[in-house]
């Protein structure tokens, strides 16, 4: 992270979901803004700047034999975009992802 405000800014995640329930989500989370998918890299542009989601390799937590969720590790880049911007994508992008809140 950097103190810059539109110098590259990192957040890594670990999302609770598959790769295909992740990648099926996307164009819900991301509707407010155009975006490309490149294999294991998403990449959205956002006025001059560009956010980069870098999908690493899903895992699983076990709770025991029966239950079981998924991990899936995702690296949050935001580049060339101000920080109110950033923190507006990144509220949005969390909140799309929630999990449980019925």
């Known amino acids: 992270m950097t103190p ?3 110098g590259l800014f990192g957040l890594d ?4 979901y598959s790769r295909s329930e992740f990648f099926g989500r996307l ?3 991301l509707s407010d803004y155009d975006f490309t998918v490149d294999g ?6 956002i006025g001059p700047g ?7 390799i899903e895992r699983e937590r ?7 969720f998924p991990i899936l590790p995702v690296r949050i880049e ?13 509220k949005q992008f969390e909140l799309s ?3 449980g809140l019925g």
């Open 4 to 6: 810059s405000a539109t």
């Open 13 to 16: 995640r670990e999302m609770g």
């Open 27 to 29: 164009p819900v989370a």
């Open 40 to 45: 294991d890299v998403v990449t959205i542009t």
């Open 50 to 56: 560009t956010v980069r989601l870098h999908v690493g």
């Open 62 to 68: 076990r709770l025991s034999d029966l239950v079981r």
């Open 78 to 90: 935001c580049e060339g975009i101000d920080q109110s911007s950033q923190a507006r994508f990144i």
């Open 97 to 99: 992802f929630m999990k």
